[in-house]
């Protein structure tokens, strides 16, 4: 299982550190990313971290303001965002792959979600 929290309200330019908390399964078997759904839109990918930490990737929309880390002794991968913007408020969801990549396809396990609201 797969719990995320971090979420609210932030106005724009602040800051929030997302964490993703795993159970249940060997953590570092598994690649994680974090997925976006803002009302109205399709889910997101946003950014993604390999088993070990050793590679990540983020949509260019983020890319200079989000980081994606993980620690597998405490089963949890974070996502920092910083110089947050009013278009990044949607819920935020952390999934869980043995494949790393963009494609929400690749995810098996999903998080519930945490709201992310930046107001302007």
């Known amino acids: 299982q797969l719990q995320a929290s971090g979420g609210g309200l932030v106005e724009a330019g602040g800051s929030l550190r997302l964490s993703c908390a795993a159970s249940?399964?060997?953590?570092?078997?598994?690649?994680v990313g974090w997925f976006r759904q803002a009302p109205g839109k399709e889910r997101e990918f946003v950014a993604a971290i390999t088993r070990n930490g050793g590679s990540t990737s983020y949509t260019d929309s983020v890319k200079g303001r989000f980081t994606i880390a993980r620690d597998n002794a405490k089963n949890t991968v974070y996502l920092q965002m910083n110089s947050l913007k009013p278009e990044d408020t949607a819920v935020y969801y952390c999934a869980a792959s043995q494949f790393y990549g963009r494609n929400l396809d690749l995810y098996r396990y999903w998080g519930q979600g945490t709201q992310v609201t930046v107001s302007s």
């Open positions: 249940g399964r060997t953590f570092s078997n598994y690649a």
